[in-house]
């Protein structure tokens, strides 16, 4: 899969099957659009091709207002939503700068400098609330009256039901929110996961007798707290872990997010190495304690509580298989 930072160049430039949105988190919704834009592009023999924004709209408009309150949380990275859209089959995907100039653009110049004259589009799949242009002034009639003008066709997809449930972004994030991995993972068609290279931190952990792997979380995520886990990409299996995700209020106050994971019976050194962290339950809310005599205490009953779990999910395991 193609990543460009902005439009191609002339050299890279090819016609394309395109869908745009942030999709954040790349939910089962997404999916289904994915393979209808997967499937049209190998009848047209073109490309499939994905416009998505970094930052997300809503973070730009957010922090001109100085209110991030109003951006939403983040399901995925960067680094795990281009992974997921290559998984979907995605050959090229175009990651555009939101600022103010692109925010700014009018409808007609967004279809005649991105859509046509960036991208090459030959047909474009959208959702059923699809805007576009400064102030969110196109919509679909325009869009399909542009596409008649330049050439290519716009199809709308139809809303992706789980149940009585719309499947979105923000259903997803609602889920995470509550420490509901099994929604979540209905919604996402997986479970979820944060993956990122691990870093170097100020090795507290080791001295109270829990060393972590430190993973840098650039956004605001969708959850915080405290979680039972399991980590891929340190051997053959998943190995079982208790994480922190959060800001660390006993032990930092610059706000920085972080994931700390604790691997049970794990004393390799593996910094630099790129892991995936699975979400598996939620133990509890993050908190500020007194002193590291306080943490210390709340991290063996979290790492106490892990345990149980997967010893619990072990017999149950074990059960299944006798029968």
Known sequence: MKVFRGLPNDRARAPCALTIGNFDGVHRGHQALLARVRAQAEAMGVEAAVMTFEPHPREFFAEKIGDLSKAPRRIATLRDKLGSLERAGIDRVVVEHFNAHFASMSPDAFVERVLVAGLHVKWLMVGADFC???RRAGNIATLEAAGARHGFEV???????HGAQRISSSAVRAALGAGDF???KH????DY?????VLHGQKLGRTIGYPTLNVRVVHRPALAGIFIVQVHGLGPEPLPAVASL?????????GRMLLEVHIF??????YGRLVRVEFLAKIRDEAKFAG???LTAAIDEDARTARAWFARRSGAMNATDRI
């Open 193 to 197: 996961f944060i993956s990122g290279h």
């Open 132 to 134: 576009y242009g400064a």
């Open 246 to 254: 959060g800001v660390r209020p006993t032990v930092e106050n610059a």
């Open 265 to 270: 019976d794990f004393h390799q050194q593996v």
């Open 155 to 161: 199809a709308v997809l139809d809303t992706v039901m």
């Open 182 to 184: 099994v929604e979540a």
């Open 187 to 190: 919604l996402l068609g997986h």
């Open 292 to 294: 590291l005599e306080a």
